[in-house]
């Protein structure tokens, strides 16, 4: 597609419910980035898929957080059991290799009641 | 510790004023520092991208400055309009292939009054 499509946009939830949310990035880019945004403050690296490789997961806060990305193109990030600080905005990014910027999709707000 | 730190946190500036949004960064090796802007629900959208070499760049009314030796850059905002309102990024790489060299400050939040 022309950019990078997130989903769903807007996401409530109950506490210790799973949640999945989807990345669609734009067709051709190899590197693809998870990042969460929490209300006023900076966006915190997730998890960053590079073509075949192996992903770099340093940033999931916790086990309960886990990504995929099937065939190299869509990406899953999913959030087993659901806390009230797992509120935010979960932003995905791709880039295509050797440029320098990323390209984000609008995000998927997520609410923890 | 790499870090990227903005100043100010959020500005209010009338329409037609002009305005400077500061970042400090403590990342190291540089390899590049890019201003987004992040309007109300929706993603960051790249403005500028200055390497080590390069001192200024415009991109309309957006000119962003790179002091490396200082490790400092700024983004200036020319006669300002109410769609500038938005937040602004700062985000350093230290490489082009790892993840966790590329880090993002906290944003500058302007808002723009009529």
């Known amino acids: 597609g022309a950019g990078v499509s997130q989903s769903p946009s807007n996401k409530v939830t109950e506490k210790g419910k799973d949640v999945e949310l989807r990345c669609d990035p734009i067709?051709?880019?190899?590197?693809l980035y998870w990042y969460r945004q929490s209300l006023g403050q900076g966006l915190e690296f997730l998890i960053y898929?590079?073509?075949?490789?192996?992903?770099?997961k340093s940033g999931l806060p916790s086990d309960r957080f886990s990504a995929e990305r099937t065939g190299g193109s869509v990406s899953t990030l999913t959030i087993q059991r659901t806390q009230q600080e797992d509120s935010a905005v979960y932003l995905c990014?791709?880039?295509?290799?050797?440029?320098?910027?990323?390209?984000f999709g609008a995000g998927s707000r997520l609410t923890v009641l | 510790k790499n870090q990227v730190e903005q100043s100010p946190q959020s500005l209010i500036i009338l329409e037609g004023k002009n305005c400077t949004l500061q970042?400090?960064?403590?990342?190291?090796?540089?390899?590049?520092l890019r201003w987004y802007k992040q309007d109300t629900g929706r993603g960051p959208v790249s403005l500028t991208i200055?390497?080590?070499?390069?001192n200024t760049k415009s991109n309309g009314r957006y000119t962003a400055t790179l002091d490396a030796d200082t490790k400092q850059s700024s983004l200036h905002i020319t006669a300002s309009q109410l769609s500038d309102s938005a937040s602004y990024i700062c985000?350093?790489?230290?490489?082009?292939?790892?993840?966790?060299?590329?880090?993002f400050g906290s944003g500058t939040r302007l808002s723009i009054r009529p």
């Open positions: 067709s051709g880019h190899t590197a």
């Open positions: 970042c400090n960064y403590t990342v190291s090796p540089f390899s590049n």
């Open positions: 990014a791709s880039r295509i290799t050797g440029a320098n910027v990323l390209t």
């Open positions: 985000v350093v790489s230290g490489g082009y292939s790892s993840a966790s060299k590329i880090i």
């Open positions: 200055m390497t080590f070499s390069e």
């Open positions: 898929f590079q073509g075949n490789s192996a992903p770099d």
